[in-house]
């Protein structure tokens, strides 16, 4: 694909957010940290991203997903981060996709919200709120990004798709709220993540077995989310950490968290962007990956007392 990146106008910072799924900060951080992206300026001093920019994100963007580090990344033009792609993904060893994925992938690149969002409800009604989560929602998000990767699908069509996986995953998350036990789990991100997905996709796991949950959303401060734990009586608090968060900075933030909360209320942290660090969080439960959470949640409850409601 072809674009001549001069003929189009550069992007605000709010639509390069949008377009990549990156963070206004973390394009700030990375601005600072390894000298890209390099914006322009408007008149009146706000960043603008040319186009070949925003295409280099996304890519990087992908390749944060599939666990590399941004320091790994930045001094790679596109072609090279298009074949870092393509050999991560061959490495792996890509699974095939889910058979139902063939019939959804149209419905995004037609523009059919309506009949995707009906489709991925039956998909939740046939195999059950686990099992879509497990089995549905995580491969098909891999495959969205493949599907991206090899121009299949544009990000206002990913976007598309996650707007109505969320709208599913809202709807079966309210279905389950009446008769729920503890324990209490306050859901949220840090100012810095914007991305809720991961997040929603725990909620509804915990849900599906009778845990309150509580969701800020994102972009909660740490301060917030305090006081939100202690007026809400939570049990745990869980946040989540995608590749493109600073390792670093999550690490910092959850152990003043730790700190700020009781030693009785349970800090739970996941995401990508925390593979591999559970020994440098000590009194913290690192979630895996997404069916670790059900584990967590077996563990929480095995250690309270039996008729603890």
Sequence with gaps: MNIQFDKLAPLSISAVER????????????????????????????????????EKLRLIK?????????SKLMGADASELTVLLERHGAVRGEPAPPPEFAAVLPLIRQHRSEELRAALSQLLM?????????????????QIGEAWMRGEVQ???EHLYTEQIQNVLR????????????????????????????????????ASEGAQCLSLGTRTPLPDIRMAAMASAAD?????????????????????????????????AGGAALRDKA?????????????DTLEAL????????????
Aim: positive net charge; proline residues 6%; hydrophobic residues 40%.
């Design 279 to 291: 020994r440098q969080l000590e009194g913290i439960r690192v979630i895996g990956d997404i069916g």
């Design 171 to 206: 709807g079966a998350i309210n279905a389950h709220l009446v008769g729920a036990q503890r324990p209490r789990v306050l859901l949220t991100t840090l100012p810095e993540e914007e991305h809720g997905l991961g997040l929603l996709m725990a909620e509804a796991l915990l």
């Design 126 to 142: 046939r195999h059950g709120l686990q099992r879509f989560v497990q089995d549905i929602v995580g491969p098909f998000n891999a």
């Design 298 to 309: 077996r563990e929480w409850r095995g250690s309270r007392r039996p008729d603890l409601s």
């Design 19 to 54: 377009d990549t799924g990156l963070s206004k900060d973390t394009l700030r951080v990375w601005e600072r940290r390894y000298g890209f992206p390099v914006p322009q300026r408007d008149a009146l001093g706000e960043r603008l991203y040319p186009l070949e920019q925003v």
């Design 62 to 70: 992908r390749l944060l997903d599939q666990g590399m580090r941004p």
């Design 236 to 268: 745990i608090v869980a946040l989540s950490f995608s590749a493109a968060y600073p390792a670093r900075q999550a690490l910092s933030a959850l152990h003043a968290l730790r700190q700020a909360l009781p030693a009785s209320v349970g800090v739970w």
């Design 155 to 157: 990000v206002y069509e």
